[in-house]
């Protein structure tokens, strides 16, 4: 046996590649990579009693050597006795539709193409033939990108396809015929088809140096497809191969097994940190829906630094799945805000996501959203809303109303004892001016029970009271021509209180008016743009 088979024996063992019977779909380019990896799992076919299946995707990206490779890797499959699929896509077209980079459709259709083929097969893995030089440039690569640990693994020897968040649009079925190019924005994109949630990717030769695979190929009479692509060192990856690596092999002449051991380390690290990670995740999490993830500010506070980032990149994953990489700086500025930030503050990070602070919540959503509103009476309205004493003032887009009544009598021990912060007993000679509900206006003061008359800033007010920012505007107040009499659901005005002079008094109780029109026409998320405080 030669020295690569034993070390591709050991590294399916170590991980645990192959079950006897394991129905395979192996991805064939027709590289040397490819072919001698076809070539080893034929060799280890009868001892592991495999199920092959080759699968070959022309990306149509290189005209006449894109066919001349897919006819290649049809007649090896013809004379090695083996199934294959051979397909083409429109990768340039795919990826001007979807606004990537070529390298970065390539990857992802041709993982969705695979993906899919296992499917029809019923293949549970998919082999493709990475090796320790791919696996090397990959480790640098995500380096130079700003990844964090979940990046510098660089790639694993087996992974749940399920884990590639990215392959959605890509998922279509059938796949176009050769002839066939991406369709226009007017024609019906076929649905997305799921992934199967045991379909694993492999890489049997990722411990394998590309020296030995070529050497592998020479002596057991493999001729591989040469891809003039790799040269071309207008792509990211090539510059890397072609000019850093050589370039840094001039500082540490193992510079390639570095970045492996290293990628090694720091996947056996991170699988402690992801276990980690989603306990602690369970610990703060308060919240998680459609938009938004909610965690408890000081549970999250008193996570460890490693944990803080963990739980922050695994939130913004969970609502961006399109999103690839998370920049540490953006991380980090988010932590640093979610431990020194004051309430309301926001930290940016990508694809429109803002880390928000509440008075004791952490939350991570759409910036600008300020997540569901309180379930209490908003004022939905820039203009004031008169009030009658006696009558009834329904709050717009709301399924609460105002209700007025003029008491006939009243008891003042029962007043001063009123429990419910939504009714207001107000002296009713003693408000100047006819009534409204509004909301608050640049520059507004109130004149608060209880502090004998002393006027502060309504905004400080609303602030110490802990209402969050986006629902500082929503408040509603009752105004007596320009003085507030009432913060509603929170404090009279000092001079509107009943005392023992009072001659005529007004019960203001907000109540439900049970319309489902006004509960499914209530706003969801967004508060008004709030002008101080």
């Known amino acids: ?14 991980h645990d590649l192959l079950v006897p019977g394991d129905g395979i779909v192996v991805g064939v380019s027709g590289g040397p990579d490819s072919l001698c990896l076809l070539h080893v799992l034929l060799h280890l076919r009868d001892a592991h009693r495999l199920r092959l299946h080759v ?141 199967a949630p045991a379909l694993t990717l492999i890489r049997p030769l990722l411990e394998i140096p590309r020296s030995e695979i070529e050497r592998y190929c020479a002596q057991h009479g493999l001729v591989p497809r040469f891809d003039r692509s790799n040269l071309d060192t207008t792509y990211f990856r090539n510059r890397l191969r072609h000019e850093l690596l050589p370039l840094l092999e001039g500082y540490n002449p193992n510079i390639r097994d570095r970045l492996c051991h290293t990628a090694a380390v720091v996947a056996g690290d991170y699988a402690l940190l992801a276990q980690l990670r989603d306990q602690a995740w369970a610990s703060v999490l308060r919240e998680e829906r459609e938009g938004a993830i909610q965690f408890d500010r000081a549970g999250w506070q008193a996570l460890p630094v490693a944990l803080q980032r963990a739980t922050l990149r695994q ?34 990070l990508p694809m429109g996501l803002a880390l928000t602070l509440g008075y004791d919540t952490l939350t991570v959503g759409d910036a600008g959203d300020a997540g569901p509103p309180p ?67 640049r520059g507004d003061r109130f004149r608060p029970q209880g502090m004998e008359g002393h006027r502060v800033k309504l905004s400080a007010f609303l ?12 408040v509603p107040l009752l105004a007596a021509g320009d003085e507030i009499v009432w913060v509603c659901g929170r404090r009279a005005c000092e001079g509107a209180t009943v005392g023992p002079a009072t001659q005529r008094v007004a019960r203001l109780r907000f109540e439900r008016a049970r319309s489902e029109r006004a509960r499914l026409e209530r706003p969801r998320s967004t508060g008004g743009e709030p002008f101080d405080g």
Request: charge should be neutral; proline fraction near 10%.
């Open 1 to 14: 046996m030669s020295k690569l088979l034993r070390q591709v024996q050991r590294t399916i063992e170590q």
């Open 315 to 348: 939130a913004t994953y969970r609502l961006r799945k399109s999103l690839r990489d998370v920049d540490f700086v953006h991380v980090e500025n988010a932590r640093r805000i979610g431990m020194q930030g004051e309430t309301g503050a926001q930290a940016t």
């Open 375 to 441: 379930d209490e009476p908003l004022l939905w309205s820039a203009e004031p809303l008169p009030v009658q004493v006696p009558g009834t003032t329904p709050l717009p887009r709301s399924e609460w109303v105002l209700q007025a009544d003029l008491l006939d009598e009243w008891d003042a021990g029962q007043i001063a004892a009123n429990p419910d912060p939504w009714t207001a007993y107000l002296n009713l000679d003693a408000l100047a001016g006819p009534l409204a509900l509004r909301p608050r206006r």
């Open 55 to 195: 699968a070959h995707l022309n990306h149509g990206t290189r005209g006449a050597d894109s066919d001349a490779d897919a006819e290649f890797v049809s007649r090896i499959a013809a004379e090695w006795r083996l199934p294959s699929t051979v397909e083409r896509q429109d990768v340039p077209a795919l990826a001007r539709a979807h606004g990537l980079a070529i390298e970065e459709a390539a990857r992802r259709v041709r993982y969705a193409f695979l993906a899919r083929v296992a499917a029809e097969v019923d293949a549970r893995k998919v082999a493709v033939g990475h090796n320790a030089d791919d696996q090397a440039e990959t480790v640098l690569m995500h380096f130079l990108r700003g990844a964090g640990p979940a990046g510098l693994r660089g790639m694993l020897p087996r992974t749940p396809l399920t884990d590639y968040r990215l392959l959605d649009p890509f998922l279509h079925h059938p796949v176009p015929s050769p002839q066939s190019r991406v369709p226009s924005p007017e024609s019906p994109v076929p649905s997305p088809q799921p992934l």
């Open 463 to 474: 602030i110490n009271l802990k209402i969050p920012r986006a629902w500082r505007d929503r």
